[in-house]
């Protein structure tokens, strides 16, 4: 924007090239910092727990101390033993490094798609929700550890999706 190029804002390149306008890139280059930083201090929580968001779909590589569990009632003692306990079990572990792979998979698979345009294609990829549920839906025995990823997994929806999240549920 600094530039006054406008590479990458087509439509007021655009909009110049056809009215032979001018553009005052100051203004902007203003308005575009105070979305950038009102966004940082919005989204800043989300630096903070990082470890607990991550937890859903990677626990194997979870610091436990740097998870936040008191939004979901979890007694943090049984949540460190049950995810060791899961870490050292073969099936489990195995099932979590799993689901890395699909999810980086599908991210492939939606660039592709959304690189050649094909947005039908895009509808016909499995949801990324339904991956994280399919793989948290079996270890029963870890209750701490289960009730953790589904408070995780639920805490952003809108009614919609939480519907959606609980049907999976």
């Known amino acids: ?5 406008l590479l990458h804002f087509k439509n007021l390149k655009q909009y110049r090239n056809e009215t032979k306008a001018t553009i005052e890139a100051n ?4 308005a575009l910092k105070n979305m950038k ?14 470890s607990s968001l991550a937890f859903k779909v990677n ?3 979870t610091n436990t101390n740097e998870i936040n569990t008191k939004p979901f009632g979890i007694d943090a003692g049984s949540l460190q033993m049950q995810l060791l306990d899961l870490k050292t079990k073969d099936f489990w572990s195995g099932k979590f490094t799993e689901l890395k792979s699909k999810l980086e998979e599908l991210e492939v698979q939606k660039c592709m798609h959304i690189a050649q345009h094909k947005w039908t294609a895009l509808k016909e990829i499995p949801r990324v929700e339904a991956l994280i549920f399919g793989a948290w ?8 550890v289960k009730k953790l990823a589904y408070g995780m997994l639920t805490i952003f ?8 999240a609980f049907s999976c549920m």
């Open 1 to 5: 924007m600094e530039s006054g190029k």
């Open 27 to 30: 203004y902007f280059s203003i």
């Open 37 to 50: 930083d009102g966004f940082a201090v919005r989204f800043e929580q989300f630096k903070t727990n990082k």
């Open 59 to 61: 626990p194997l590589n």
């Open 137 to 144: 839906n079996h270890p029963e025995c870890y209750s701490e």
């Open 157 to 164: 929806g809108s009614t919609y999706s939480c519907e959606q």
